[in-house]
């Protein structure tokens, strides 16, 4: 390849995990290139995953219509949206990098605007448009790979293979000062352990009766204060149904547990929080993978989700997931002993990081 890329600019439209999967991809493109202007685009709502990020230079923002406020017109979102494919055809990329593990029509209409001298990206036969990826990859798994090996495989046309480093995400400084201050309100300092509630998947959801009591085992055998995270909002909100009646529900038999509510309505939140407990027990979604990105220790239920491909990506964790596909038939005494491997000195996955075995 020759010569060495400028400007390269990595699109990744999806959530909050996927984009945190491709957070070593983006290290090792500044690790490979160091003197290249490294660019970002991302929405609205996954934005703080790389907001604070060292290896990125600018990254550029724009808003799903449906991640727009109540009230704001569609129209001025388009507007915003027209005036950022501008400023980004200005840039003049040498590189645009589809980043997703499939042929992606809507990143491709996206590169095409901002019109790079090259894209590469997955193709995918009998797909209409894979002709404008000039850098294209015939989309295959030789084997089961996690999304983070799976669109490492993107930067082969660039000279970068073998296996992706860990995932980062920085917390920004005024979450992290405020979550602090909360902790401290609390008389809490220091071994603290991050709960997460909340999940995506029905299958994914542990019952609040089981988290209280495991939460409770904890304390009285670790002498842990627990940090409680969830979605805010009310199960019954049709466009964001949230956990505030569950947390309650838990918070209201946690009285002799030291314990800090702390419900994140911003995913900035989220990071800053987690980023101060010592573990993380939570399911398969966009908590675990940041608390994997944060190298924390983490217990994980997985329902009907692909641990092959979504597992905490080179972090210590514990993952259960029974063969009903369904959390809730996870036993309180499987997440305790996983707990007790991973807070143990000499545990497999803390060395490792590697899957430890409850």
Same mark, same amino acid.
């Given at each position: 390849?020759?010569?060495?890329?400028?400007?390269?600019?990595?699109?990744?439209?999806?959530?909050? #995990?996927? @984009?945190?999967?491709?957070?070593?991809?983006?290290?090792?493109?500044?690790?490979?290139?160091?003197?290249?202007?490294?660019?970002?685009?991302?929405?609205?709502?996954?934005?703080?995953?790389?907001?604070?990020?060292?290896?990125?230079?600018?990254?550029?923002?724009?808003?799903?219509?449906?991640?727009?406020?109540? #009230?704001?017109?569609?129209?001025?979102?388009?507007?915003?949206? @027209?005036?950022?494919?501008?400023?980004?055809?200005?840039?003049?990329?040498?590189?645009?990098?589809?980043?997703?593990?499939?042929?992606? +029509?809507?990143?491709?209409?996206?590169?095409?605007?901002?019109?790079?001298?090259? !894209?590469?990206?997955?193709?995918?036969?009998?797909?209409? #448009?894979?002709?404008?990826?000039?850098?294209? !990859? +015939?989309?295959?798994?030789?084997?089961? @790979?996690?999304?983070?090996?799976?669109?490492?495989?993107?930067?082969? +046309?660039?000279?970068?293979?073998?296996?992706?480093?860990?995932?980062?995400?920085?917390?920004?400084?005024?979450?992290?000062?405020?979550?602090?201050?909360?902790?401290?309100?609390?008389?809490?300092?220091?071994?603290?352990?991050?709960?997460?509630?909340?999940?995506?998947?029905?299958?994914?959801?542990?019952?609040?009766?089981?988290?209280?009591?495991?939460?409770?085992?904890?304390?009285?055998?670790?002498?842990?204060?627990?940090?409680?995270?969830?979605?805010?909002?009310?199960?019954?909100?049709?466009?964001?149904?949230?956990?505030?009646?569950?947390?309650?529900?838990?918070?209201?038999?946690?009285?002799?547990?030291?314990?800090?509510?702390?419900?994140?309505?911003? @995913?900035?939140?989220?990071?800053?929080?987690?980023?101060?407990?010592?573990?993380? !027990?939570?399911?398969? #979604?966009?908590?675990?993978?940041?608390?994997?990105?944060?190298?924390?220790?983490?217990?994980?239920?997985?329902?009907?989700?692909?641990?092959?491909?979504?597992?905490?990506?080179?972090?210590?964790?514990?993952?259960?997931?029974?063969?009903?596909?369904?959390?809730?038939?996870?036993?309180?005494?499987?997440?305790?002993?996983?707990?007790?491997?991973?807070?143990?000195?000499?545990?497999?996955?803390?060395?490792?990081?590697?899957?430890?075995?409850?």
């Amino acid at each position: 390849m020759s010569p060495e890329p400028q400007k390269i600019l990595i699109i990744r439209r999806d959530n909050i #995990g996927d @984009l945190i999967c491709t957070t070593p991809l983006i290290h090792a493109l500044r690790t490979r290139f160091p003197a290249a202007r490294l660019c970002v685009l991302v929405n609205s709502y996954n934005f703080p995953v790389v907001e604070n990020n060292p290896d990125i230079d600018t990254a550029y923002v724009y808003m799903k219509a449906k991640h727009r406020e109540a #009230g704001k017109s569609v129209l001025r979102i388009y507007w915003s949206r @027209l005036r950022l494919m501008y400023a980004l055809r200005r840039e003049q990329f040498d590189y645009a990098i589809l980043v997703g593990a499939r042929f992606l +029509p809507r990143a491709l209409r996206l590169a095409r605007a901002i019109r790079p001298k090259h !894209i590469i990206g997955f193709t995918e036969p009998g797909t209409r #448009g894979a002709k404008h990826i000039d850098t294209g !990859i +015939p989309y295959t798994l030789p084997r089961p @790979l996690h999304e983070a090996e799976d669109v490492f495989r993107l930067l082969a +046309p660039l000279g970068i293979d073998g296996e992706p480093p860990a995932m980062r995400v920085i917390p920004s400084a005024p979450a992290l000062a405020r979550a602090r201050a909360a902790l401290q309100e609390k008389g809490l300092a220091d071994n603290i352990v991050g709960v997460h509630i909340s999940a995506r998947k029905p299958s994914n959801r542990w019952p609040a009766d089981k988290f209280v009591t495991l939460i409770q085992r904890l304390a009285a055998a670790h002498h842990v204060a627990v940090m409680l995270f969830w979605a805010p909002g009310s199960a019954s909100n049709p466009r964001h149904p949230g956990d505030d009646e569950k947390a309650d529900d838990i918070v209201s038999r946690l009285d002799a547990v030291p314990h800090l509510a702390y419900p994140t309505a911003r @995913l900035d939140e989220l990071i800053a929080g987690l980023s101060l407990c010592r573990l993380v !027990i939570c399911s398969d #979604g966009g908590a675990m993978h940041i608390a994997a990105a944060l190298a924390k220790p983490i217990l994980c239920f997985f329902g009907k989700s692909d641990k092959a491909r979504w597992y905490p990506w080179r972090a210590p964790h514990v993952l259960l997931q029974p063969a009903s596909l369904d959390v809730a038939d996870i036993t309180v005494d499987e997440a305790m002993r996983g707990i007790e491997r991973l807070l143990a000195p000499d545990a497999a996955a803390g060395r490792e990081g590697r899957p430890a075995r409850a």
